[in-house]
């Protein structure tokens, strides 16, 4: 369940949530590894109050919920942080930080996953996106912060040339879609000709410990990257979400 | 499928080489007033987009034509839109971006939904914004500013026949290869010939940008002047040729085409206005590149809904 959360189903990559903060707070290494600490715990958190607590909560309520507990969770560590150590955060990230509390992820995971599974299978989920996130993040922060500062974590590398454009949003997102073809191309490699001929006949049944919800086409499948099971995943539970909000059966949806 | 991929590669060859043709011109002008440093740029720059076509090409497993020349052109639209004594890792940042960001991931300078040489340019000069619009003198009558920062500045340059004809022979501060409007008319009478329904985008763009100067002009004196110095500054007319009339990024409606080029007429304009660099062509460009499929996609759509609510009337009427 890690593998396929954290980089089969990338929630940066491939479900393309949370992009405003890795674009945004991974300007260099510092500022990734506090945004991508602060995702993780608001996720994980977040998912475990909506899978015990939230269930037969009427959808739209539930929806601002999410916010007000990533509220609650952000702000006092923002607080903690600047008033109780030492670490001075950066001007942007006094921005960025309590808007993570709003970040699609959350929304998206706890909605179509934690509030209708039990609280271990919608803990680990989240820690499996907080972990595909926050990795994400401190690559896209590694990389920005040498590229175009000639710097890591403050330090010079003493680089004679650096592209500052790598620093803007434009480097992050330039980052992303070779990172997003990067794991494209290891999947589809491990769907090579040979692989499918031996698993053609024999798939092999993989335990995700998780239930229904991430489709019956992947509790079944071996670990080959099927293009259109994956699509119509993404596809089914970003329509899903939206024909929720759309729709007016938050109550029966809620008792469910 | 190999047959598609022949065709567009005969096609790319076509388009591409009929660019190499028209940047012959350019690329002599600019050697004649920069000299060796206007062609150690043009070298590097057509090296390193050479080199990185044909190692992408090797990295992701797909077969490099040595016939499409669009890795080429874009590494010589680079370099004239550079300065002729900018560092040479500018252009090879520029050329690399180019190729390896913009043009290959999308399948080639004949599927770039955005073109290559504008955004290799808008990512050198995003990094290395000094060294980009530190234009050199090389002959120029004008030893201090270009028109594009005298204009930034409000300070206007009085036209008399003697600047004027330095105008149009390109022996102005700028950009090595796209002062000289003499070639760039020749280029236009080149399209002429090869594509004239190319030329579409570009006549809308300078007509966008004529309009603006005309109804906003920069500087407080003659307003004919500043329109002048503002068609005849920067990139503009080398972009209305070369980066507008590349056939991936077009809209496929005649209308549209105009359309196109009037949108970034206008983006252009007002972000020389209001923006932080020099000459914004490129991203305006790119800007357009963006909008440019949505064109025909409304288009279309409104064309449907037309038909749909005239077959509604001829079937109700009888």
Known sequence: ?256 | MADGKTARSEKSTKVFGDYLVMLIAPCVISVWYYGAAALRTLIVCLLTSFICDFVVSIIINKQYYAADLSGICTGAIIALMLSATVPAYVGVVACVFAVAVAKIPFGGGMRAPFVPAAAGFAFAAVCFGKEVFAYSSGRAFMKTVSLGASLMSGSILRINASNMIDMLTGNIYGPMGTTCIIAMLGCVVFLIIRRRSSLLPGAGFLAACLVFSLIFPRSGGSVISCAVMELFSGSLLFAAVFLLTNPATMPANTANKVVYGVFTGVVCMVMRHMGAFEEPVCFAVLIANAFSPLLDIFTDRARIVFSRRKHREVTENG
């Open chain 1, 1 to 256: 369940m890690m593998f396929v959360g954290a980089v089969k189903f990338n929630p940066v990559l491939i479900q393309c949530v949370a992009l405003c903060p890795v674009v945004a707070a991974t300007q260099n290494l510092e500022d990734a590894f506090f945004t991508a600490v602060a995702i993780f715990a608001d996720l994980i958190i977040t998912a475990f109050i909506a899978s015990t607590l939230l269930k037969k909560v009427p959808r739209f309520v539930r929806v601002a919920l999410y916010l007000i507990i990533g509220l609650a969770i952000i702000c006092p560590v923002l607080w903690l942080i600047e008033f109780r150590t030492l670490i001075s955060l950066s001007l942007i990230m006094k921005i960025i930080l309590p808007l993570v509390a709003v970040n699609s992820a959350t929304a998206v995971h706890c909605e179509t996953f934690a509030v209708k599974n039990e609280v271990r299978t919608a803990v680990n989920d989240a820690v499996a996106a907080g972990t595909g996130i926050g990795v994400i993040m401190l690559i896209c922060g590694a990389i920005r912060e040498i590229a175009g500062s000639g710097t890591i974590l403050g330090r010079s590398l003493g680089l004679k040339v650096t592209l500052p454009g790598m620093a803007m949003p434009v480097g992050c997102l330039v980052i992303l879609g070779f990172g997003a073809a990067a794991l494209q191309k290891f999947f589809s490699e491990e769907k090579s000709p040979s692989a499918r001929k031996d698993t053609e006949h024999q798939p092999e049944e993989v335990e995700l410990g998780m239930d229904d919800d991430y489709g019956p086409e992947l509790v079944d499948m071996d670990f080959a990257y099927e293009n259109d099971d994956e699509y119509a995943y993404l596809l089914s539970s970003v329509n899903e979400l939206i024909e929720s909000f759309s729709s007016g059966d938050d109550d029966e949806e809620g008792e469910s």
